[in-house]
């Protein structure tokens, strides 16, 4: 079974930054994407960012140029690093892992709070 576990959320002011980690239980490189979603109370659970194993990235438009994807395979982690962050960041933050073949599969974690407040 997979396990993602996420950790580096919490309370930080308008314009400030964070980094959020997720570290899985196998390589990371196991799975064709890996990603960071979030949602806000009342809102849908919406894509942030995602990283390929062929490290293409994409970018929720909202967050470009201020959020980075990058992975360590070594440590089987993958990061979402965040600047210039505004209180409509403010969201669970959840870890997802997908694999596309034999069928789609999608694992998640168990998500991290942050909160962008002054």
């Known amino acids: 079974q997979v396990q993602l576990v996420e950790s580096g959320g919490g309370l930080v002011q308008p314009g400030g930054s964070l980094r959020l980690s997720c570290d899985a239980s196998?390589?990371?490189?196991?799975?064709?994407?890996m990603g960071w979603y979030r949602q806000a109370p009342g809102k849908q659970r919406e894509l942030v960012a995602s990283i390929t194993n062929a490290d293409s990235t994409n970018y929720a438009d909202s967050v470009k140029g201020r959020f980075t994807i990058s992975r360590d395979n070594a440590k089987n982690t993958v990061y979402l690093q965040m600047s210039s962050l505004r209180p409509e960041d403010t969201a669970v933050y959840y870890c997802?892992?997908?694999?596309?073949?034999?069928?789609?599969?999608?694992?998640w974690g168990q998500g991290t709070q942050v909160t962008v407040s002054s």
């Open positions: 997802n892992a997908r694999i596309i073949q034999p069928r789609v599969n999608d694992y």
């Open positions: 196998r390589s990371v490189l196991s799975f064709n994407v």
